[in-house]
């Protein structure tokens, strides 16, 4: 699992290790310089002529504005002799540098380059700078000129005349969107960076790409996308929360001596204290903090693999109540992700010529009622619209009939206790009353603004895909469910935790992906029904793990290419094969 902290948690850990003098910032630097001298000698071994050499001081104050340019092309400069291959001298570096210990970071580590013989500048964006790394970084030989007496166009000619830029302008200490001048500074960089495409030099932020939310993950204003994030001590949650994640590049987490994790009990409880290592910090309320990543072992954990004492009723019946004779699709396509993903057995709900176009697709699926161990509900089933009647082939009855199942209040329809259930597409236009967290809504943005707008918030698409977490969080806290917001970087929102995952290949974007999830879930949820109504942090947990499990089905199914959302269904037990196998 990975375990992205809040900036206060960060502060928190950090106070008492720079109170006992851990070098902190030195340990930082260094695992930088380290990241940047990786990716330079990885270049220049990739080029017959080593890294590009550049010339000294131009008219205006930054080394090398004034000599002929060469281009982006590979090589050393006339009457230089050419460096090695895989040699690290003489690449330039281009130090963005605000007025904190993310530029004191960022010196120190340019002082590094400096003394492995690179050629480095640095770009003072405010007034003031650290002062131990600008004198290090001076005392190394730098060269440090102040934006102020540069202005922007240089710079970014000067960006364009680099082999890496880092981004040390601001890090956790950042509030809000970048302030002038290094707003307009990264306003410009990132233009002519859009401009550049490939012929851009490689971007690393140092800590966070300067300008994100560091806790929410938005991207209120200018920020330089980054090819590589170095990130020290621990994750921040904007590096792994859209749509700042998207502008993070590779994120390489660097340890600076920060205690070990507390693990889950850490963010259990808003109240609690819990110890990491040899010091004691306030637990975190998670409605606020921690932002967690499932990994392979994390989805293996909680994988309802069945024994040899199983038989098809304890594995977990899925009923699926999805499509009409209109779309009926969406059915096939959940139920196809039920069966694949491994239920005891799949019982479908639904008009007569839909359940034969299941059987035909899944023979092994019951068309007939019965009991069922959770719910899938709304794939491919309209909006309800109380005030035109139903025209849905009876599908809104049923689903409204199974809510009542889910919340434990019986419908003639039903029978079995309370049950955990997935509520996608139409059925999310259904929901009557506060929910329990075993019921995981599925919306894409756009459904979940038209979800908050039903319940008074002043909500569109544009403004869920800004900050997708915190709608998420505000439906969680409004309905009562978990809330599993899909799109590119997928977010769950659930009692005590947030995940996200980001396993999908952008060809997921097709219809009919997420009726597959939707099936997907569905079977994870019944296969641990019990478990999931006793215990409120595991549906968060299994939608997290089915994120993961379509995303990867998805890559698999698409291995580069085009995917059919039913080919995301076939590639699953494969999936399932590899995360149980290794
Ligand atoms: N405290 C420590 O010992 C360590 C800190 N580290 C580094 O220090 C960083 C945090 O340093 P600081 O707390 O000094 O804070 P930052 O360097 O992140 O930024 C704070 C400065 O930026 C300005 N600022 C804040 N929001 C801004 C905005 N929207 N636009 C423009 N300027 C803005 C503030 O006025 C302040 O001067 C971490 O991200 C990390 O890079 C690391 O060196 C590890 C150790
Ligand atoms: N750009 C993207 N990259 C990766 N996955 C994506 C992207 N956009 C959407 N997805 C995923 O594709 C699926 C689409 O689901 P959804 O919007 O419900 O479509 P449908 O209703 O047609 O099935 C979701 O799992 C979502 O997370
Ligand atoms: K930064």
Redesign the pocket.
Known sequence: MKDAWSSDEVRKAEEPLIAAGEPLMARAAYALAQAVLREVAARAAARPGGVRLHGGLGSDGLPGTARVRSGRTPGSRPGRPAARRGDVRGARVLLLVGPGNNGGDTLLAGAHLVRRGLDVTAVLASARAHEEGLAAFEAAGGHAVSLADVRVPPVVREALDSDVVLDGLVGVGARGALRPPAGGLVRALAEAQEAAGRRWPYTVAVDIPSGIGVDDGAVPGPVLRADRTVTFGALKAGLLLPPAAQLAGEVELVDIGFPADAGPDHWAGAAQRVTLGRHAMPGTDTGTGRVHRMEPADVAALWPAPTARDHKYTRGVVGVIAGTSTYPG?AV?ATSGAVRTGAGMVRYLGPEDVGTRVLLARPEVVVAGGRVQAWVLG??IPAFDPEEGPDDDGQARRVFGALAAVTGVLSEDVTGGKMPAVI??GALTMLEHRLPAWAVL???A??LAELLQGLGHEVDRAAVEARPLHWARTAHQATGATVLL?????VVAGPGAAYTQ?????????????????GILGTLLAGRSADVVADETLAPRLAAAA?LV??RA?ARASAGGPVA?LEIAHAVPGVIAELLGG
């Open positions: 969406a396509l794939p491919g996608d597409a599925t919306p894409h756009g459904e899909k799109g590119a970087i997928t980001a396993d999908a290949p952008a060809w997921t974007a097709t219809a009919g992906a997420g009726d597959v999830l939707a994120v379509h995303g998805a959302a």
